[in-house]
């Protein structure tokens, strides 16, 4: 093989062997080779490769083409004196290069050796050997061929790992003096990554350092007004640490650069020695252990007190781990006079025995036992233990389960004293067994691990956005311990947002596991692989089906997409495999796959197989949801939302699937409802307007339901153009059909538009005209509906005698149909006509009562109505004679609550009330500007939605307005108040939460 080979991916893709540079004219052909040059010396698959060629929708001739591409390039090689490089190897190919000899594989090796460098403060030597990293880069990553897929990740990762070395060399110039230089760089830098903190603060460093405090705090504003309009967020703690260093003229290399001998790998606590005189052949753990304390101490006495404990989980969820920590807790007392304790811990690993005969003598050979005088090796090995009370730790029994289970029999019947502790994904099914499954971990000690595993450091370390990410990285990999640990080892090279980014592929993302490791650990890949190859055709074929629930599934829904008859034997196996576990309901046993065995089986089914699977799974909750829209009324409507919400992830599928089709729009049209009272607004409306926009020739009826719900769910996130546009249509397509009650819905929208836009008499009038079009169509429920939606807008009018009426009569008739969300309204409905006519007390008994109501229900708009009114009935209190003893601070907790809610449900007309309100604490504490300048936002927010002060709020409002010119002088009060008024929506609501956090302590 020629000397000197190098691939060059970072610019145009380059073949250089010797001093001679090989030409590849075809674009796909670079393309190929780019591809295999991202890891040197690793199979690349034949899939993984034509994936990256063409992405999502390859040609039918895909593989085909990729061969011949594959056939020209080794031409090429050849032709070069590289005849070897380019093998195949199951399932792919593999360029045979060693890192050093790809410059991409290059500058990662460079950078991270300048980091340490960095870190240990040798910060000229770190400078030369970044800079000469960078140097790689001649152009943009593959520069001259199109990729696609899982290579868009690869090129992103290189991107960002040349940007932090050019932040990292310039931090080391920093610290060399070289200020003004970095400056002039960093200056180009922010304005093409505007969003990239971390630039901004170096160049603020760099103005600081060369004694231009002016230029360093103009560069902070620059940021603040860049972060603002882009991202509507304020500059993180980073950026404020230094405007604050500059502010008090603390302007020393060491007060605003980071300290360089922080490492940029942390150790890892140490684990526990292994006891000394230790006999056992236990592996010693090389990482401590976590978050299963609790386990340790559950199963000890269980192993202890049964012959045969078997622990089985999913590939991955730690059984081996805690097996280890088991064992070795009892070796601990080999040499104490505890007369529970074991003789003898044995700790048999079997992942690397793949033939069932070979199972005994393996234990055998670990204990040193010789088969003699024509005796098999089993009955040797019972004769060797005999009678003496000794833990044998079978690790690792899935894929000799058969033959496992007949050594472990043998042995349990001939040696009484002889306790088997088993790891398995399958249970043995030996009589006796005690199976134990091991949980994932819970979300606290995934963090830690992965922490820990990163060498990050405590979380209290890390800021909201990198929070953010680890606890999405930590939920969407299902609290497993491999797979955290497989994550955090990317944290060498990404940062925790990019690593949550990439978690759409946990294949492409979850590799590089110890070389140590058994092969079936090292990737999750090489994990759920090792199950798979274990299962029979008929529980392959299940497995693929299932793959369809991203929610989890009951019976019936498993029945309806696969093909296999005998779906509950087959569940149950697939549950003994660990390959699904069982959650009980109050509707029954619920199936469920982790996130990372779902993406397995689905990349296991052909396209035509995984359409018909998405194609019976939409079928079936479309029979799901228009039989529960019936029960969405009445008294079991808590028991419908629960079901609909365990199916909210089954029917987001259904309608991306049925996107296409009327599938979709009947779906999406028949849980409109439950998407209101569960508060998925923004969710819902964008269900119906892409089931709408797709509506095609669809029947009539099926359109204009979706539009009624469309119009309520797009006026209840307060955009109301749109949503008249919506309810206008519905009504003329009801009127079309001769539909009474979809005339009454559509007509009961249009009036709650009206009364939220400021129109009182119009919506009165519109909700008359709804409550006989129900009348019309013999609809109680819906007649009920508008008398309470009439009292709703006659307290908001200031009309408290019509509203009280209104609402009594709408309470007695929800009362006769048993409907606890709206006996929950009407409460809510007559205690604010006694809060607003004086009677505070009484209207906290009533709310009191709304607010159980709709907590039984699971109704979260309600609940913010509810602590909304119960805060204004605490002030009440606070301002008026004979205090009931509320307090401000339980007045702050409730109007936090309640404003987290009717954020979070896109509620801005309800949300500018529940700030006017906060204000209102604010200035009782004593907070006067920072009243005045909520105020002010909330002002910004009606004019943005065009919804004015309710009536019945408008005298506390001119009251709190005179208080507050009062306490600050006029104009002090309107400077604050605009300043408030030029927020933004986030940042107004943002100040507001923390300031009830304030007033709550």
């Keep these: 093989m020629a000397a000197n080979i190098r691939v ?61 591409y594959i056939s020209h390039l080794r031409r090429r090689l050849r032709e070069a004196g590289l005849p070897g490089v380019l093998e195949t190897r199951a399932p792919g190919y593999r360029l045979a290069l060693v890192p050093g000899e790809v410059d991409a594989a290059v500058f990662e090796s460079e950078v991270l050796l300048g980091r340490g460098l960095l870190a240990e403060e040798v910060s000229d030597r770190a400078a030369g050997v970044l800079a000469g990293a960078l140097e790689l880069w001649r152009g943009d990553v593959l520069a001259d061929c199109q990729v696609h897929g899982w290579a868009h990740g690869e090129m992103e990762r290189l991107r960002e790992m040349r940007l932090s070395a050019t932040e990292d060399v310039l931090t080391a110039r920093l610290r060399l003096g070289l200020h003004r230089a970095a400056a002039e760089q960093l200056e180009h830098l922010v304005v093409e990554h505007p969003l990239r903190e ?15 405090q002016g230029d360093a705090l103009a560069t902070f504003q620059r940021a603040r007004r860049v972060l603002d309009d882009e991202l509507g967020v304020e500059p993180g703690p980073a950026l404020r640490a230094i405007e604050a260093n500059v502010l008090r003229r603390r302007l020393a290399a060491e007060d605003l650069l980071p300290p360089g001998g922080a490492p940029v790998v942390r150790q890892v606590t140490a684990a526990p020695a292994v006891p000394a005189g230790g006999r056992t052949g236990v592996p010693a753990p090389i990482t401590r252990l976590v978050g299963r304390a609790a386990d340790l101490a559950e199963l000890r006495p269980l192993v202890e007190g049964h012959r045969l404990v078997t622990l089985t989980g999913m590939g991955g969820v730690g059984k081996t781990r805690l097996a280890m920590a088991v064992a070795l807790s009892m070796e601990a007392t080999l040499d104490a006079a505890v007369d529970a304790g074991f003789d003898g811990v044995h700790f048999v690993e079997l992942a690397r025995v793949e033939d069932p005969e070979l199972v005994a003598p393996a234990i055998a050979d670990l204990l040193g036992v010789h088969a003699a005088g024509g005796h098999s090796t089993l009955r040797a090995l019972a004769e060797h233990l005999g009678a003496r009370r000794v833990l044998l730790v079978l690790d690792n029994c899935e894929h000799l389960a058969d033959a496992c289970a007949a050594v472990v029999h043998e042995l349990l019947t001939s040696c009484p004293s002889v306790h088997i502790l088993a790891t398995s994904r399958e249970t043995l099914r030996v009589g006796g067994e005690l199976v134990w499954r091991v949980p994932p971990l819970g979300a606290p000690p995934s963090a830690e691990l992965f922490l820990e595993r990163a060498g990050l450091g405590p979380a209290a370390r890390l800021d909201d956005d990198q929070r953010a990410a ?65 299962l029979d055709a008929g529980e392959r074929e299940l497995l693929g089906a299932l793959s369809v629930f991203p929610g989890g599934c009951d019976l019936s829904a498993a029945a309806a997409v696969s093909a296999e008859p005998d779906v509950l034997d087959l569940l149950g196996r697939l549950v003994d495999k660990s390959l699904l576990t069982v959650e009980p309901t109050p509707a029954g046993a619920r199936y469920r796959m982790s996130q990372t065995i779902r993406q397995f089986a689905a990349g296991e089914l052909t396209p035509q197989r995984r359409d018909l699977i998405a194609r019976r799974h939409a079928e079936h909750y479309l029979a799901f949801a228009e039989k529960a829209e019936g029960e969405l009324r009445g008294p079991g409507l808590g028991a419908a939302l629960d079901r609909i919400a365990a199916e909210h992830d089954n029917l987001r599928a259904a309608c991306t699937y049925g996107a296409a089709d009327e599938v979709a729009l009947r779906i999406a049209g028949a849980v409109w409802r439950y998407c209101h009272l569960r508060g998925h607004y923004s969710e819902g409306r964008h269900w119906l307007e892409t089931a709408l926009r797709h509506a095609g020739a669809a029947p009539e009826p099926y359109v204009a339901k979706a539009l009624g719900g469309a119009a309520t769910l797009t006026a209840y996130e307060c955009d109301y153009a749109p949503a008249t546009g919506y309810a206008e249509r519905a009504l003329a397509a009801c009127r079309r059909l001769g539909d009474a009650a979809g005339v009454a819905r559509a007509l009961s929208m249009l009036g709650e538009i009206a009364r939220e836009t400021g129109d009182f008499d119009r ?52 009362v006769r149909l048993g409907d606890k969300e709206r006996i929950g309204w009407t409460l809510l409905d007559l205690a604010a006509c006694d809060l607003y006519d004086g009677d505070p007390a009484h209207a906290r008994d009533l709310l009191l009562e709304a607010l159980a109501l709709f907590e039984d229900v699971g109704f979260p708009e309600g609940l913010g109505w509810a602590d909304n009114l119960l805060a204004l009935a605490d002030l009440a209190d606070l301002t008026g004679a004979g205090s009931s003893g509320a307090d401000l601070g339980a007045a702050a907790r409730r109007l936090g609550r309640a404003l987290d809610v009717q954020h979070r449900l896109g509620d801005l007309c309800r949300s500018s009330s529940v700030v006017e309100a906060i204000a209102r604490t604010l200035h009782l504490d004593g907070s006067h500007a920072a009243a005045a300048e909520l105020l002010g936002g909330a002002a910004a927010i009606r004019e943005t939605i065009s919804a004015p002060v309710p009536p019945c709020e408008t005298a506390d409002l001119a009251a709190l307005e005179t208080g507050l010119r009062t306490a600050l002088g006029a104009d002090a009060y309107q400077a604050r108040h605009t300043t408030g ?19 709550a302590t």
Aim: aromatic letters at 6%; glycine letters at 6%.
């Design 8 to 68: 060059a991916v970072l610019g145009p893709v380059e073949l250089v062997a010797g001093h001679r540079r090989t030409g590849l004219p075809r674009s796909r052909l670079r393309a190929v080779l780019g591809l295999l040059a991202f890891t040197p010396g690793r199979v690349v698959s034949v899939e993984r490769l034509v994936d990256g060629l063409y992405g999502e929708q390859p040609p039918a001739e895909a593989v085909r083409t990729l061969h011949t």
């Design 198 to 212: 971390h630039l901004w603060e170096l160049l603020m460093i760099a103005h600081a350092l060369s004694g231009r």
């Design 470 to 534: 680890l606890s999405l990285i930590c939920a969407d990999l299902d609290g497993l311990p491999l797979a955290l640990e497989l994550a955090a080892a990317r944290a060498r090279v990404l940062t925790l947002p990019q690593i949550a980014e990439r978690l759409h592929d946990h294949f492409t993302l979850l590799t590089g596991g110890p070389r140590t490791s058994p092969p079936q650990h090292r990737t999750m890949r090489a994990v759920i692989d090792w199950s798979h190859a274990l």
């Design 763 to 814: 919506a009165l009038r519109t909700h008359e005209q709804a409550r006989q079009e129900y009348r019309t169509a013999g609809d109680a429920w819906g007649e009920a509906f508008q008398v309470e939606l009439l009292a709703l807008a006659s307290w908001l009018a200031g009309r408290f005698t019509e509203a009280r009426a209104w609402a009594r009569e709408a309470h007695d008739e929800f």
């Design 981 to 999: 008024r030029r927020r933004t929506i986030a940042r107004t609501v943002a100040t507001a939460l923390s300031a009830t956090e304030e007033a």
